[in-house]
């Protein structure tokens, strides 16, 4: 059974930092995407960043380019997203993905699991 728990989020303030944990379980990843996603109330969810596990390869939306860093640990078997300089915009529930065949996607639906999410807050 795959799973994907994240853990992290929290409230901070504008111009701070926090750092996603994802960990996953289930299965061998070494072939899939790893993704990051994030859902402001009443918006859709939307694409943040992705990683290959198995490459390091990496894709990011322009919204979050320079400020966000997706990275692995394959010991721990989990995924990070770094999160600087962090704007009121960037609050939203995040979540965490993974899909088989989504190469470097950012479209939600190329992937198979998803984690429950966590709370991301940025204050002004």
């Known amino acids: 059974q795959v799973q994907l728990v994240e853990s992290g989020g929290g409230l901070v303030q504008a111009g701070g930092s926090l750092r996603l944990s994802c960990a996953a379980s289930g299965r061998t990843f070494s072939s899939y995407a790893m993704g990051w996603f994030r859902q402001a109330a009443g918006k859709e969810r939307e694409f943040v960043a992705v990683?290959?596990?198995?490459?390091?390869?990496?894709y990011y939306a322009d919204s979050v380019k320079g400020r966000f860093t997706i990275s692995r640990d394959n010991a721990k078997n989990t995924v990070y997203l770094q999160m600087n300089s962090l704007k009121p915009e960037d609050t939203a529930v995040y979540y965490c993905?993974?899909?088989?065949?989504?190469?470097?996607?950012?479209?939600?639906?190329?992937?198979?699991?998803w984690g429950q999410g966590t709370q991301v807050t940025v204050s002004s």
């Open positions: 993905a993974a899909g088989n065949k989504a190469w470097l996607s950012s479209r939600k639906y190329e992937y198979d699991y």
């Open positions: 990683m290959r596990w198995g490459g390091g390869n990496t």
